[in-house]
């Protein structure tokens, strides 16, 4: 039986990273509900009727991840995985996320929407924030044999 968890429909052989040595581990303050997909096409039609064609029976999801406060460092690394091109390069490679509350459960990643940053002004000292991220989990880190 299933757990409910992302982990239990995704695909089992596991999805290997464009960038394997990359892994983001800053711990959210919240993690929104995960919105669940599959490639399908779904049409109206006049009488009402719903049809769908199914292109795929893969499932994935998008994760939006917050945070109220984040350390500089944090904060710096999440910047960059996002704009160094070793790393995840925007939204051209993907990298492992740590998931904070599915223990030892570890997914192939990618960033989904752009990444905004706002700087913060703390008692004369100025460095960037990172607020939220959207992620498309789209496979299990392989298990090591």
Known sequence: MANGEMWDYLASEGVTADKPSVTLS?????????EGFKRQDVYEMDSGQIVCV????????????????????????????????DKGNGF??????????ET??????????????????DYGTAYQQVNEITLRVFGRKPVAV
């Not at 800053?26 to 995960?34: C, F, K, R």
């Not at 051209?92 to 509350?101: K, M, R, V």
Request: a neutral charge; hydrophobic letters at 40%.
């Open 54 to 85: 199914g292109i795929s029976n893969n499932s994935y999801f998008d994760v939006k991840l917050r945070w109220k406060i984040l350390t500089t460092s944090d904060a710096g690394t999440i910047m960059d995985i996002w704009h160094n091109t």
């Open 92 to 101: 051209l490679n993907s990298f492992y996320w740590d998931h904070p509350t």
């Open 104 to 121: 030892a459960h570890v997914y192939t990643v990618k960033f989904k929407k752009n990444l905004i940053t706002n700087e913060i002004a």
């Open 26 to 34: 800053v711990t959210p303050s919240e993690i929104l509900p995960a």
